[in-house]
């Protein structure tokens, strides 16, 4: 079993920052994907960011450019730092691990651009 607690949600002025993070606990022996989704009210859950095992990471077109996703491993912990923030980007924000071929996922964090 894998835990994930997220933190770094808010609310922030359009062209503002924020960055999340997201600690993985547990039982972890191989990582097959990381990465970062978002669900808009009445929207359907999207691929922020994300990175398969031994590859690169991957942006949604509509983030590319403004938002960065990193890892740091001795602490089992990725970010996603977001920057030049607009209002569509408002949504809850779900880091997903899958391990082992398992998905797991946070319990999300709620992000708010203000115009």
């Known amino acids: 079993q894998v835990q994930l607690v997220e933190s770094g949600g808010g609310l922030v002025q359009a062209g503002g920052s924020l960055r999340l993070s997201c600690a993985a606990s547990?039982?972890?022996?191989?990582?097959?994907?990381m990465g970062w989704y978002r669900q808009a009210l009445g929207k359907q859950r999207e691929l922020v960011a994300g990175?398969?095992?031994?590859?690169?990471?991957n942006y949604a077109d509509s983030v590319k450019g403004r938002f960065t996703m990193s890892r740091d491993n001795a602490k089992n912990t990725i970010y996603l730092q977001m920057n030049s923030l607009k209002p569509e980007d408002t949504a809850v924000y779900y880091c997903?691990?899958?391990?082992?071929?398992?998905?797991?996922w946070g319990q999300g964090t709620q992000v708010t651009v203000s115009s």
């Open positions: 547990g039982t972890i022996e191989s990582i097959n994907f």
């Open positions: 990175i398969p095992s031994g590859g690169t990471t």
């Open positions: 997903h691990v899958q391990e082992r071929w398992r998905d797991y």
